[in-house]
């Protein structure tokens, strides 16, 4: 399974790389912000897990973005952010992000928030 | 113009003019109430009657405002030196401390990150995970579990670089719009330009200086805040909270 890792932070997506490491994944693909995320998403890519805050097309437009495209209309989104209001995480449910972490995350709860994805995505498939 | 502006424009730079109007206008009365071939050109108040010394005290009267005027714009020139030598270079100082501050939490984030995984990888290296396992001491094998685990917890704990980056981002946000806040109005007293001031509409709304950020990232109540967006998730599932 391939990932697209989307965060404006290098730490960040190193550390989300590790974590998914842990779990067991192998195979990632990252990007500094959402235009280049966009650029960047094929036919390859299984799983995308974005940031919200990012200069050059943010989390939120990237998830439209990628909701419109025929391509990415199926793909599993996480969203991990530091926006925690409840506006801000409807407004991510209703642009179509699969499941949603508050930063600073476990490593329990990223896998935990995978697996419910990846067992609702099958289950609906 | 603004209204504004013309105002500012109106209250500072035409009250030396207006004053002097004024007194050239009471003079004007002074001379056109006594006989030419009486008048003298300068009235002299000691000779001349009580209107006449009336009169002269108002246009006294005028003057010492006029002065009191000068020299509370001067006043003004000099807070304007002040606001801008106290407040204003101040303000952006601390702007760029933060911005050292942020690049310097980043620098050290990455290497203690390079050094964890270093770690890591060494000790992959000498005990492979696939190694661990029935074949061996059982307390060996859990120790060098517990030191993977240890080792990445102090991964995870990494993320508040992130966190303090977006917050400090935050913080300088709200001192940019406080430095243009406190140009605009040193521009305001400038005496000499009477610009109407651009009041800035940016500030800390999430982006500046080509970052963009959250402001109210924060590392504290991270379990509740987590609970709320599982709450909508699982609730947008069953057409509940969302």
């Known amino acids: 399974m391939k990932f697209l890792i989307v965060d404006d932070s290098a ?3 190193r550390i989300v790389v590790n974590s998914l490491q842990r779990i067991g994944f192998k195979d990632f693909e990252e990007a500094g912000n959402g235009a280049e995320a966009l650029a960047k998403f094929n036919a390859s890519i299984d799983f995308v897990i974005t940031d919200w805050n990012m200069p050059n ?9 990628l909701r419109a ?3 990415g209309k199926g793909v599993p989104i996480l969203m991990i952010t530091t926006r925690s209001v409840k506006e801000d995480i409807l407004q991510a449910a209703q642009a179509g992000v699969n499941n949603y972490i508050v930063k600073p995350f476990t490593p329990q709860v990223l896998k935990e928030k995978i697996d419910q994805i990846l067992g609702a995505t099958q289950g609906a498939g | 113009m603004t209204q504004d502006r013309w105002n500012r424009r109106e209250l500072l730079k035409d009250s030396e003019a207006t004053l002097r109007e004024v007194a050239g206008i009471l003079l004007e009365l002074w001379d056109n109430q006594s006989p030419a071939s009486e008048a003298p050109a300068h009235p002299d108040p000691a000779k001349g ?13 005028l003057m010492a405002t006029y002065r009191e005027i000068r020299a ?3 006043r003004i020139r000099e807070g304007r030196h002040l606001l801008q030598q ?6 952006r100082r601390t702007h760029e401390k933060l911005a050292e501050v942020t690049a310097t939490t980043e620098l050290a984030a ?8 270093r770690a890591l990888a060494l000790l992959d290296r000498l005990v492979p995970r696939e190694d661990v396992g029935p074949g061996q001491e059982p307390d060996t094998a859990s120790l060098v579990e517990e030191l993977r685990e240890e080792l990445h917890r102090l991964v995870i704990l990494l993320q508040f670089q992130d966190i303090t980056a977006q917050q400090l981002a935050y913080a300088a946000g709200v001192l940019s719009e406080v430095e ?6 040193s521009k305001v007293f400038d005496l000499q330009q009477l610009e109407s001031p651009e009041w800035g509409a940016g500030g800390a709304q999430g982006s500046g200086s080509g970052f963009s950020f959250d402001p109210g990232a924060s590392s504290l109540n991270a379990e509740e805040r987590q609970a709320l967006a599982d709450r909508i998730f699982t609730g947008a599932g069953k057409g509940g909270e969302a």
């Open chain 1, 11 to 13: 730490t960040m997506r």
């Open chain 1, 57 to 65: 097309l943010g989390g939120l437009d990237l998830v439209k973005a």
């Open chain 1, 69 to 71: 495209r025929p391509d």
């Open chain 2, 49 to 61: 009657n009580g209107k006449a010394r009336h009169l002269l005290d108002l246009v006294g009267l």
């Open chain 2, 72 to 74: 509370v714009l001067e």
């Open chain 2, 86 to 91: 106290a407040a204003v270079e101040r303000v």
């Open chain 2, 110 to 117: 990455t290497d203690m990150l390079d050094g964890l995984e």
């Open chain 2, 180 to 185: 243009e806040r406190l140009d605009c109005l």
